[in-house]
């Protein structure tokens, strides 16, 4: 079983100190310099930690990163961890895993130029979903490095709506998370 783990961040509080998490994960959330990528990646490490609790697993094993992806040194589950606007994902899996989710926005047609799609729409709300797809489903796939089925939800938070792609060869359950 694939689990996808889901959390609001409008419904978090103010942190000014990031020293409850992994001190792998702390290292890494201090070098960013920008307070909302700080914030969300402070945020998806507790997810993070939680999923792993959830699912039976150590997560003070440690992490290590190795060309940009975060895995647990123990090797007991595989997770993938992104977060855009609002919205942070972490999913977790005894198989590869790939996740990506990415707010509905129609600042994502600026790859039309570079990515055409050869279809046509009804109108611009399937097209901005369609490169949506297109988007999360290429960073899903790189994440998850493998040729495995995608499956797509839509996710609402307390104010937008979000697009997210699961790439695992489990099926997958969406979860929730309300307060961490």
């Not at 895993?97 to 047609?109: A, P, T």
């Not at 995608?150 to 979000?162: L, P, R, Y």
Request: glycine share 4%; hydrophobic share 35%.
């Amino acid at each position: 079983m694939c689990r996808v783990y889901y959390f609001d961040l409008s419904s978090a509080g103010i942190v000014r100190d990031f020293s409850d998490i992994s001190p792998d994960r702390l290292k890494y959330v201090n070098r960013i310099s920008d307070a909302r990528r700080k914030y969300q990646s402070y945020f998806a490490t507790k997810l993070l930690e939680y999923a792993l609790k959830d699912n039976g697993v150590d997560f003070t094993c440690g992490f290590s990163c190795e060309n940009g992806k975060w895995k647990l040194l123990s090797g007991l589950i595989n997770f993938s961890i992104s977060h855009s606007n609002n919205l942070v994902c972490v999913g977790v899996s005894k198989s590869v895993i790939g996740v990506d989710v990415e707010k509905i926005d129609e600042k994502i047609l600026l790859l039309e130029k570079k990515y055409p799609i050869n279809k046509s729409f009804s109108n611009r709300e399937e097209k901005i979903l369609e490169y949506l797809k297109f988007w999360t489903e290429k960073e899903a796939r790189f994440k998850a490095q493998v040729e495995t089925e995608s499956k797509f939800f839509k996710i609402k938070d307390n104010n937008d709506s979000h697009v997210l792609c699961v790439v695992c060869s489990e099926e997958i359950e969406l979860i929730k998370i309300n307060s961490l």
